[in-house]
């Protein structure tokens, strides 16, 4: 059984429109990641979440919104998307926060 | 800039030989991570090493940690085809909840 699950694999949309994509855990872990990975392979934290508490890469605009149903999914939604955002984008979890990291195979976006 | 940073950014060498990979950082942390990433693929754990140790090893691979000059090193002792891949290290930034990865170091290794 796949440990980090995300869906979809691929997401080829159009400027402007609205986006979601799904991660899922079994692991029982507390602490949940996005990170955005571009060309150049540079991986970026946008968002990580903790028992509720949500901790935000200040960098990251606020077209971008992660949303956890429940502890075992970390959703990341994102509004008028733009040509820079095309990426991988990455869910992760660890037990606690500062531990090992448990990657999700990717969401390749392409926004044309 | 990230905190970590690894050096070099290429390294491409023959089957048997070792890989040797630096990471660099700016701040005190508590503990740093390689990780090893396939093509097309999500980062998968090496090895975690914590800021009051020194080295550690996992099979092939040795990580020594070094705070006074605060920088880590991963090496690949008698490396082979499959160990191709990017390797990461992530830091902690001093306790902070947002890990840091470098732009990785691409590894090659010839058969």
């Known amino acids: 059984d796949t440990a980090v699950s995300q869906t979809p694999k691929y997401l080829v949309t159009q400027m402007g429109n609205d986006k979601s994509i799904k991660c899922e855990q079994n692991l029982g872990h507390d602490t949940m990641y996005w990170y955005k990975q571009d060309s150049k392979k540079f991986l970026k934290i946008m968002f990580s979440y903790n028992n509720k508490e949500l901790i935000i890469n200040e960098t990251v605009p606020n077209r971008f919104s992660p949303k956890s149903p429940d502890k075992a999914h970390l959703n990341l939604h994102i509004n008028s998307l733009e040509l820079g955002d095309s990426a991988v984008y990455f869910c992760?979890?660890?037990?606690?926060?500062?531990?090992?990291?448990?990657f999700g195979p990717g969401t390749r976006l392409l926004v044309l | 800039s990230q905190q970590g940073e690894e050096d070099p950014q290429a390294l491409s060498i023959q089957e048997g030989e070792n890989a040797t990979m630096n990471c660099s950082y700016k701040?005190?942390?508590?503990?740093l991570q390689w990780y090893r990433q396939n093509s097309g693929r999500g980062l998968v754990h090496l090895i975690l090493i914590r800021s009051n140790e020194r080295e550690k090893h996992s099979g092939r691979l040795r990580v020594t940690l070094d705070t006074s000059k605060k920088s880590s090193s991963l090496l690949i002792t008698a490396s082979r085809a499959a160990d191709t891949a990017s390797y990461f290290c992530?830091?902690?930034?001093?306790?902070?909840?947002?890990?840091?990865f470098g732009r990785g170091t691409s590894l090659i290794v010839h058969p």
């Open positions: 992760a979890s660890s037990q606690r926060a500062q531990e090992t990291q448990y």
């Open positions: 992530a830091t902690d930034a001093g306790g902070s909840y947002i890990p840091t």
């Open positions: 701040t005190s942390i508590n503990n």
